[in-house]
Nanobody, 120 residues
Framework: QVQLVESGGVLVQSGGSLRLSCAASGIIFSIYVMGWYRQAPGKQRELVATLTSGDSANYADSVKGRFTISRDNAKNTVYLQMNSLKPEDTAVYYC??????????????WGQGTQVTVSS
């Protein structure tokens, strides 16, 4: 069974930096797309950044130039480096992976979420 486990969410001051990690466990053959999404209180979940297996990265306009998505293929892990954090970045951050695994074919998986709070 595939599981995504996130880490790195904390309370940080405005202007600070933070790195989130998300590791996938299980017997995984291929990861097609890795991504980060976030959901602030009272708002819908929104895309933050995605990264394809072909190294194509896509960012929300609100985080361009501040956030960087990267991955470690050997560890089936995706990272989100967040710099110049703003209070409006406060949200629960979720990782997502579109992958193929043993016994499950190709499916999309979500992590449990990690809270990022940026104080002003």
């Amino acid at each position: 069974q595939v599981q995504l486990v996130e880490s790195g969410g904390v309370l940080v001051q405005s202007g600070g930096s933070l790195r989130l990690s998300c590791a996938a466990s299980g017997i995984i053959f291929s990861i097609y797309v890795m991504g980060w999404y976030r959901q602030a209180p009272g708002k819908q979940r929104e895309l933050v950044a995605t990264l394809t297996s072909g190294d194509s990265a896509n960012y929300a306009d609100s985080v361009k130039g501040r956030f960087t998505i990267s991955r470690d293929n050997a560890k089936n892990t995706v990272y989100l480096q967040m710099n110049s954090l703003k209070p409006e970045d406060t949200a629960v951050y979720y990782c997502n992976m579109d992958l193929r695994s043993l016994g499950n074919g190709r499916k999309s998986y979500w992590g449990q979420g990690t809270q990022v709070t940026v104080s002003s």
